[in-house]
């Protein structure tokens, strides 16, 4: 059986164009996402797992697109979005936008 971690990275890259991973790539293409686990809590019969998702691009106007895309995915999902997308940084090459999600999966 898969995590729940393993779930949504299957999940987003069979719904996207780019690749999905949990760490960037070494080799870097031009655009791609990156799922972090962040924290979450449990019950008794569910867990509440927090992931705060990057979407990668050489353009903001590309990055903001992807985390839209992303957005679209994770609602897909049945997943809340618990933070908005935001623009979260440049690296010289690269543009990146956040959002943050809660899945809710029964134990």
């Not at 779930?7 to 164009?17: K, P």
């Not at 697109?65 to 440049?90: F, S």
Request: hydrophobic share 45%; glycine share 4%.
């Amino acid at each position: 059986m898969r995590s729940v971690l393993e779930e949504v990275v299957a999940h987003l890259s069979s719904a996207l164009d780019v690749g999905v991973s949990t760490e960037v790539p070494a080799e870097r293409p031009s655009a791609f996402v990156v799922v972090d686990p962040v924290g979450g809590r449990s019950t008794l019969d569910a867990l509440h797992s927090d992931y705060a998702i990057q979407a990668w691009a050489t353009t903001y106007a590309d990055a903001e697109a992807l985390i839209r895309e992303v957005c679209d995915a994770m609602r897909d999902l049945n997943a809340t979005v618990y933070a908005d997308p935001v623009p979260l940084g440049y690296d010289g090459s690269y543009r990146w936008w956040q959002a943050t999600f809660t899945i809710h999966a029964l134990w």
